[in-house]
């Protein structure tokens, strides 16, 4: 889900945007509510939206103003709304990037459709990002992307498991059992064909889960670390650290130094 900044000053639009739309069935969460431009900068910086829906005049500080002091901090998408069509207000809507401008009277339908296109297009900028930066971290992706290109049936099968119940307690044993074949066979093919040990293997890929989780942001470290299969808090610590070159904590910290 992405985050959602809305401001307006008029408090019947606010609320009529902030609770009429189905936010949750077009992928978004409504973070927070800003009735005027101060407060809308207060509000994105704590808050880090990734989309601020923005009215163009409104109290203390204009809606394009807002916008332009807090990109300065952090990055986000942003959709105007105005009730005013001079050209001036397009052309710097358009100066600051600005996904769609749109005016008042809302069209509610043609909102969720706007808003429903630049959620699909965040989330692959995002996972574009995600992809280069575990790389840039050491973790080649490619191992996991498709495992369809290992020639061996049970290496594919294995993987295939790894993938869908990483979350689970699994072992090299179990798994061997399961595919009927011995444990000896099934560790020496998994390391021929992906370069790894099978508990590398399952532990990076774990890594990877706990990487999205969080950039997200939404869980606790000890709740990632059950999530992605590790059942000891310190174990993951370690593993994270050693397949990232950082703890957890100093990767969340990375991820929210100001852009």
């Known amino acids: 889900m992405l985050k959602l900044l809305i401001a307006e000053d008029e408090d019947i639009i606010r609320k009529g945007l902030a609770y009429t739309v189905d936010w949750l069935s077009i992928g978004y969460v409504l973070a927070g509510e800003a009735c005027n431009g101060e407060e809308g900068v207060e509000k994105i910086l704590e808050l880090r939206p990734d989309v601020v829906l923005?009215?163009?005049?409104?109290?203390?500080?204009?809606?394009?103003?807002?916008?332009?002091?807090?990109?300065?901090?952090?990055?986000?998408?942003?959709?105007?709304?105005?009730?005013?069509?001079?050209?001036?207000?397009?052309?710097?809507?358009?100066?600051?990037?600005?996904?769609?401008?749109?005016?008042?009277?809302?069209?509610?339908?043609?909102?969720?459709?706007?808003?429903?296109?630049?959620?699909?297009?965040?989330?692959?900028?995002?996972?574009?990002?995600?992809?280069?930066?575990?790389?840039?971290?050491?973790?080649?992706?490619?191992?996991?992307?498709?495992?369809?290109?290992?020639?061996?049936?049970?290496?594919?099968?294995?993987?295939?498991?790894?993938?869908?119940?990483?979350?689970?307690?699994?072992?090299?044993?179990?798994?061997a059992d399961e595919l009927a074949v011995s444990s000896s066979y099934l560790s020496r093919k998994i390391k021929e064909e992906t370069g790894h040990t099978f508990l590398d293997f399952l532990n990076m890929y774990r890594v990877v889960k706990a990487i999205r989780l969080l950039k997200e942001g939404t869980y606790r470290l000890y709740q990632i670390s059950d999530m992605t299969g590790f059942t000891d808090y310190k174990h993951f610590c370690t593993v994270f650290k050693r397949h990232t070159n950082c703890s957890p904590t100093e990767f969340i910290k990375a991820n929210e130094r100001i852009i």
Do not use: C, W
């Open 54 to 175: 923005a009215d163009i005049i409104m109290p203390k500080l204009n809606g394009l103003e807002m916008i332009r002091r807090a990109q300065e901090h952090i990055r986000f998408k942003s959709v105007i709304l105005t009730s005013y069509a001079e050209f001036e207000y397009a052309k710097e809507a358009i100066e600051l990037k600005a996904y769609e401008y749109l005016m008042k009277p809302v069209d509610v339908d043609k909102l969720k459709e706007i808003m429903t296109k630049l959620r699909k297009e965040i989330e692959e900028e995002q996972e574009k990002e995600l992809i280069i930066q575990q790389r840039n971290m050491g973790i080649d992706t490619e191992l996991f992307s498709d495992f369809e290109k290992y020639s061996n049936p049970y290496v594919r099968k294995a993987i295939e498991i790894i993938k869908e119940r990483y979350m689970e307690k699994l072992s090299l044993e179990g798994l």
